[in-house]
T-cell receptor, first 112, second 118 residues
């Protein structure tokens, strides 16, 4: 499975909105886009998933344009505890391939 | 409701030894996947077990093997340890098998086992 492309790192300040963009030019028709968050020495935690348009939950929003070649994770009003690595993944929805393919992720650092 | 649990938390082994890591999936989950995460890298898929069989395998040598028990718990075994096997080993569980028809499949990760090979 092809990996996605996302910035290596981002800095933000408390209370700001953070947008992390992910590129997935070769996304397949059956692929979903999934975002995970990982704190040091912990396992990744599912944040949000979408196929197209906009998805919102209590943690974040995910914007996927019509061509689905990119997606943007939006974190509203970040706090220091949002400092973590954020992974954008393609997730195959058909067939027997169920593994998640992680890239290096985006290290988000929230500053006071 | 307990989430995914893994044991041990930390482990130190020497080169050439063998190691067994254990994972108990989240209640109600039947599929277990194992990942290796080197320092500063994203997790890399090792293999996945469903119905006590290995269903998918990543690019890892045969030194890495596993097992799933009838209660859905799983073990990861690594033989002939190398220094490069030092990593955080993550177990993830999910509630559907490999052939789910929608994309709602979500994996829950455990805290991992930190393996150090000296």
């Amino acid at each position: 499975l092809a990996k996605t492309t996302q910035p290596i790192s981002m800095d933000s300040y408390e209370g700001q909105e953070v947008n992390i963009t992910c590129s997935h030019n070769n996304i397949a028709t059956n692929d979903y886009i999934t975002w995970y968050q990982q704190f040091p020495s912990q396992g990744p935690r599912f944040i949000i998933q979408g196929y197209k348009t906009k998805v919102t939950n209590e943690v974040a929003s995910l914007f996927i344009p019509a061509d689905r070649k990119s997606s943007t994770l939006s974190l509203p009003r970040v706090s220091l505890s949002d400092t973590a690595v954020y992974y954008c993944l393609r997730k195959v929805s058909s067939g027997s391939a169920r593994q998640l393919t992680f890239g290096s992720g985006t290290q988000l650092t929230v500053l006071p | 409701d307990a989430g995914v649990t893994q044991s041990p938390t930390h482990l130190i082994k020497t080169r050439g030894q063998q190691v067994t890591l254990r994972c108990s999936p989240k209640s109600g989950h039947d599929t277990v996947s194992w990942y290796q995460q080197a320092l500063g890298q994203g997790p890399q898929f090792i293999f996945q077990y469903y119905e006590e069989e290995e269903r998918q395998r990543g690019n890892f040598p045969d030194r890495f093997s596993g097992h799933q028990f009838p209660n859905y718990s799983s073990e990861l075994n690594v033989n002939a340890l190398l220094l490069g096997d030092s990593a955080l080993y993550l177990c993830a569980s999910s509630s559907t098998g490999p052939n789910t028809r929608d994309g709602s499949y979500e994996q829950y990760f455990g805290p991992g086992t930190r393996l150090t090979v000296t």
